[in-house]
């Protein structure tokens, strides 16, 4: 029998949660972001879910060509455009619409031989300050692009550094309304965060935590907040059991000692798996569907819960380390992230090639 850890992906989740975007921006179009392997969650996966969205947006090219190979013809971003010139022929051949952020990639396409011109997403620097034009060198890459026989439509694309916090928004849109105000073209600005905190609408959104049930404004804001579903599941079971006595350590480095009597169990999960090594004694998980704290280190293949809560649970029990449940219970993957120390979106991401993953219906 393989470790009884896995992963499961809730298809119905993300559909319903692609539903939350659309009631949003009910006049936008929206994209759905599937970089990353869609947020670690399997673009085919994630496709059965998604693809009520009107395009895909990613960054890989090879996940743009499994996105055609099954079967989708709509629209689909590269968000970063393409890395070299000759990525422009699989953008010609594979219909790709592609941003373009520095003069480069203006070079080469205007050295590309195709039939068919692209429809390119021109990319400014409204504050971010990683990819784009700043607002001076806009207009200009602008009248370049309009000039090349390679270029179709011309749309503007920014993206905001502060959508989830204090800071806010309201300079990067007042800087990009200034450098745009007189040019043509559909316009594409929102996250997840500046969607669902700031309503930023335009012609498209771009929406990806959110499609991933997990909030990016947490902890202000939680999923039900936002009525978000788990798109994720990790689940594992307790291999073993031991009962401890006052001042008895668990696990690597000691770190955990015993005040007085308690049952531990061993849960066939660890950093190797993808569940992050910095969670720290107090982490939540669900046993057998009900709540309870991991205690002492992470180690590669196990961690440890508590059990002294718990007396019916023992070696079989059903472990959530985030996601879904027995019983209809919910741990969302934002609360052990942030015990960690860092945010759903990079937990999701980093399960393990060493876990199955697979699609569930429900
Ligand atoms: C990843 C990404 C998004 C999606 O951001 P979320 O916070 O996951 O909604 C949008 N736009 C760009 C340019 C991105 O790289």
């Known amino acids: 029998m393989p470790r009884p850890i896995e992963a499961l992906v809730h298809v119905p989740a993300l559909a319903h949660n692609l539903q939350r975007a659309r009631a949003l921006a009910p006049d936008a179009r929206v994209w759905a972001v599937v970089k990353a392997n869609a947020y670690g969650h399997g673009i085919e996966r994630a496709y059965d879910g998604l693809r009520g969205a009107d395009g895909f947006a990613l960054l890989d090219l090879a996940e743009a060509e499994r996105l055609r190979t099954l079967g989708w013809r709509g629209p689909i971003l590269l968000l970063e455009g393409v890395f070299e010139p000759r990525d422009l022929e699989l953008c010609s051949r594979l219909d790709l619409w592609h941003a373009v952020h520095c003069n480069e990639q203006i070079d080469w396409l205007a050295a590309h031989k195709t039939q068919r011109p692209h429809r390119v997403f021109l990319k400014m620097n409204s504050g971010m300050n990683r990819l784009g034009f700043t607002p001076t060198a806009l207009r200009g890459a602008w009248a370049r692009l309009d000039a090349l026989p390679q270029v179709d439509e011309i749309s503007l694309i920014t993206h905001f550094s502060d959508a989830d916090g204090p800071r806010g928004i309201a300079h990067q849109i007042a800087a990009f309304e200034t450098a745009t105000q007189d040019l043509p073209g559909e316009r594409c600005l929102s996250n997840s965060a500046a969607l669902l905190r700031h309503g930023v609408k335009n012609d498209w959104v771009r929406a990806g ?34 009962t401890l006595a006052a001042g008895d350590t668990v696990g690597y480095g000691s770190s ?97 090639p060493r876990v199955t993953m697979r699609g569930a219906e429900d």
Request: glycine letters at 12%.
């Open 209 to 242: 935590i959110l499609l991933y049930g997990s909030a990016p404004d947490f902890p202000e804001h939680g999923i039900e907040h936002w009525e978000l579903r788990p798109t994720m599941t990790l689940r594992s079971r307790i291999i073993a059991t031991q």
């Open 256 to 352: 955990f000692t015993a005040p007085g009597p308690m049952r531990v169990g061993i849960v066939a999960c660890g950093y190797a798996d993808g569940y992050p090594r910095l969670c720290p004694t107090g982490t939540p998980a669900l046993v057998d569907g009900r709540r309870t704290r991991t205690i002492g280190r992470v180690s590669m293949d196990m961690l440890e819960v508590d059990l002294t809560e718990l007396p019916d649970a023992g070696i079989g029990s059903e472990v959530t380390l985030w996601g879904r449940g027995p019983g209809g219970s919910v741990l969302p993957i934002d609360e052990v992230a942030r015990a960690a120390g860092t945010i759903g979106y990079e937990l999701m991401c980093a399960v393990a």
